[in-house]
């Protein structure tokens, strides 16, 4: 390769370098050096020691998982059937698709507003409820645990079920027949052909849920109880970084949270390869 | 192999809305027959074995095995368990299985002992030439070594029934040739029932006991490799099956002679001299001569395989040669004659392109066709 070609190949990789550089990168390695850093710029743990001696910081960590991972399994497993069934498309695919979308497009405060008052101690939910009798009074959907995890769900769901079927689409329809004149029952081919083919899948679409729900943090000040049961990680950052103005334990709590989601995404990806060793190439051969 | 004396396809349709994709075929099979279903794309060929697998449901007729009703458009067998093989065009293996579990994978849900379903892998690798490649995966093959996983993955089952979709037309030329002998000779090793869809008539006469030509749902003819070759039924089968040069014309003259009957047709610019070879008390001999009495225009047809460079005798031309393909052996020689007739031929001898040659049509080689059918 000639050099003026080589220079060539270069600056059209620039761009990418350095949106990544100043965009990722950057930011990331500038968060790590806070982290690790007293006020005056010298090495320190005791941002770490802050977070971790704390038992109210330390159990952040918990409450998010606690929410997010029941949150993203919900959404990926409610996700699963209805991709399945509608993998050679359906009648009104289009309706269906767009009323899934509009959560995602209204945005998390304008679901939460709308939450607080349809589900709120005398929304139409509760007065529903009450009228047939289900309950006797009313039941608290909101500005608790289930608030949150509602919210996320709507807004989870359709992202994760989106993401599956564009997956579950592009598997040859012909595997299914095969599978068929090989002698299988339809659940017998879902649960040897179909399921295992959408591993891959459902493993991206789950560490994607995942990680937008672990960073929750405008629905659990929204719809939860900030102060104690929903207090999340994320509200644990910026109460440190805009409440306490110090940025160093602020970063070392992102650190943390990079860390568990990353732990999370790899225990999935090892749940994948354990279940899908095949060549990522679905359908033709 | 399971055996059976009588599978009866009887006057099978399906309808996709307003169209007819497959307009009452109707076939018995012979036990280790080999039929092929042979058409241009669209023809209803590939619908049809989806109707006799059982993954297109149909809309009238009946597909029995002996006494047993497999499907006649109310109740059907489900294709699970019609033990019937089917080999897919883009071979359909399961890419999450390597080529030892995608080949047990029937034989697995025949709950079958471990050892039993290792033998029988074992057996139908070997069969199709691919021991030592049981821990591969399907992407890690060539696309001739997937073939032959498709095809171990239905036989180790010992289906009462193979198909086969187009299952050459996704290799190169070469690897298509080697396939198809090797399919012929499993075939005759096996003797399975095969119904083969094609649209390559090199393949179909290559390897079937008998061709179904089919053409927009409609079946135009059934019989032997040469019965469909030398005899096609109407002018579409012809066609088909190689008889490029087509010409209309009309009939002067037409007279029986001792074997046959002796025509004379005019066509545009030359008179085209017929001896259509039927014996007396040919049945078709007799039609032939009704149909001529009321119609005139036919079509004649010939190989330009048959197409003679020079010679002597009755129908020799003058044409001008407009396009020679160099083919090797043979050269392709596009030529015409009269005032606009095309004539295709291949001769041996080299020849020149813008010249004039002397070409002869054996009469005993055109064929004639009224209204599109045989004659």
């Keep these: 390769m000639s050099l003026g070609r080589r220079g060539g190949l270069v ?7 350095v949106f990544i550089v100043f965009l990722f990168i950057y930011p990331f390695l500038y968060g790590l050096v806070l982290s690790f850093s007293d006020p ?32 993203t399994v919900a959404s990926v497993a409610l996700a699963v059937p209805f991709a399945y069934y509608m993998r050679r498309g359906i009648r009104g695919e289009k309706v269906i698709t767009f009323f899934l979308i509009v959560p995602i497009t209204l945005g998390t405060v304008l679901v939460s507003e709308g939450m607080l008052t349809y589900m709120g101690p005398t929304g139409w939910l509760n007065q529903l409820l009450m009228a047939i009798g289900v309950v006797a009074k009313p039941v608290r959907f909101t500005h608790n645990y289930w608030g949150v995890a509602i919210s996320l769900l709507i807004q989870g769901f359709p992202f994760s079920f989106l993401m599956l079927l564009g997956y579950i689409s592009g598997i040859s329809p012909d595997l299914e027949r095969a599978s068929q004149m090989l002698g ?3 659940i017998q081919t879902f649960l040897r052909v179909t399921f295992p083919l959408m591993v891959p899948g459902i493993a991206i679409s789950f560490c994607l849920s995942f990680v937008a729900a672990f960073s929750v943090f405008p629905s659990a000040v929204l719809l939860g109880e900030p102060s104690g049961p929903t207090r999340v990680i994320s509200i644990s950052a910026y109460h440190w970084a805009f409440e306490e103005f110090n940025f160093n334990v602020a ?29 990522s190439i679905v359908g033709k051969g | 192999m399971k055996d059976f004396s009588r599978f009866t396809i009887s006057e099978v349709t399906k309808r996709f809305g307003e169209r007819t994709a497959l307009a009452g075929l109707s076939l018995e099979l012979r036990r280790g027959e080999f039929v092929t279903f042979l058409g241009p794309s669209g023809c209803g060929k590939s619908t049809a074995l989806g109707c006799i697998a059982g993954l297109v449901p149909i809309t009238s007729g009946k597909i029995s095995i002996d006494d047993e009703c497999i499907d006649d458009g109310r109740t059907k067998v489900p294709p699970e368990r019609r033990e019937f093989g089917m080999v897919f065009q883009n071979y359909a293996l399961f890419p999450h299985l390597s080529v030892a579990n995608n080949v047990a994978f029937g034989l697995k849900l025949r709950k079958l002992a471990k050892e039993a379903v290792a033998q ?14 049981a821990d591969k995966f399907p992407a890690q093959m060539s696309g001739g070594e997937q073939q032959r996983v498709a095809i171990a993955r239905c036989i180790v089952l010992e289906p009462r029934l193979l198909m086969l979709d187009e299952p050459l037309s996704n290799l190169d030329a070469k690897l298509r040739i080697e396939m198809r002998y090797e399919l012929k000779a499993l075939h005759e090793r096996l003797h399975v029932t095969t119904i083969y869809v094609t649209h390559d008539q090199q393949e179909a006469l290559a390897l079937s006991d008998r061709i179904v030509v089919m053409q927009t749902g409609r079946v135009q003819q059934i019989g032997t490799p040469e019965e469909v ?28 002679s001792g074997d046959g009957i002796e025509y004379s047709v005019a066509l545009d610019g030359f008179t085209l001299k017929v001896r259509g070879a039927y014996r007396e008390g040919d049945r078709r001999r007799a039609a032939i001569m009704r149909r001529l009495n009321d119609r005139r225009e036919v079509w004649t047809a010939i190989r330009p395989e048959d197409v003679q460079l020079g010679g002597q005798g009755d129908n020799v031309v003058r044409a001008k040669v407009v396009q020679v393909e160099y083919q090797g052996q043979v050269s392709q020689v596009t030529a015409v004659a009269g005032r606009d007739t095309r004539i295709d031929l291949r001769p041996s001898a080299p020849v020149a392109s813008g010249g004039t040659i002397e070409v002869r049509i054996p009469p005993e080689k055109v064929l004639v066709f009224a209204d599109g059918e045989a004659g």
């Design chain 1, 11 to 17: 600056a059209l990789l620039a761009p990418a370098v």
């Design chain 1, 40 to 71: 005056s710029g010298s090495f320190t743990l005791a941002n770490y020691e802050r977070f971790f001696g704390d038992w109210w910081e330390r159990r952040t960590i918990w409450v998010t998982l606690w929410i997010s991972l029941p949150v």
């Design chain 1, 184 to 186: 299988a029952s339809r």
């Design chain 1, 251 to 279: 970063s070392a709590i992102s650190i943390v949270m990079a860390a568990i989601e990353l732990l999370v995404i790899s225990g999935v990806l090892v749940w994948r390869n354990r279940m899908y060793r095949g060549a």
């Design chain 2, 120 to 133: 029988r892998v074992d057996a139908a690798l070997k069969l199709v030439h691919l021991d030592g490649y």
């Design chain 2, 229 to 256: 070759y030398a005899s096609p039924a109407n002018l579409f089968v012809a066609d088909f099956m190689g008889f490029k040069n087509i010409w209309t014309g009309r009939v002067e003259s037409a007279r029986e």
